[in-house]
């Protein structure tokens, strides 16, 4: 069975810096693209940032220069450095693999996680 557990997530104040972590288990994703979605309060779910299995990543206008995703394929892990937390990054964060990279973000994901609580206030 294939898991996403999210972790990291927090109340901080504007300003400050979280570190998000997914821990994947049930089979590998090295050769995946992984992602991070967020869902904030009577919004629509939306990109955040993409990191393929080569590296190479990709940012929402939004947290581009603020954020930063990274992966261990030895772990099966990935992150989401967050810094300079506005309240309006406020939402509930997911982690995700297995989805088009191809594009200019990330879609068609195959496997959610959970979601880890994000809320920055001001």
């Known amino acids: 069975q294939v898991q996403l557990v999210e972790s990291g997530g927090g109340l901080v104040q504007a300003g400050d810096s979280l570190r998000l972590s997914c821990a994947a288990s049930g089979r590998s994703f090295r050769r995946d693209a992984m992602g991070w979605f967020r869902q904030a309060p009577g919004k629509e779910r939306e990109f955040v940032a993409a990191?393929?299995?080569?590296?190479?990543?990709r940012y929402a206008d939004s947290v581009k220069g603020r954020f930063t995703i990274s992966r261990n394929n030895a772990k099966n892990t990935m992150y989401l450095q967050m810094n300079s937390l506005k309240p309006e990054d406020t939402a509930v964060y997911y982690c995700?693999?297995?989805?088009?990279?191809?594009?200019?973000?990330?879609?068609?994901?195959?496997?959610w996680g959970q979601g880890t609580q994000v809320t920055v206030s001001s």
């Open positions: 995700t693999a297995d989805g088009d990279y191809s594009g200019d973000d990330f879609t068609g994901v195959k496997f």
């Open positions: 990191i393929s299995w080569t590296g190479s990543t």
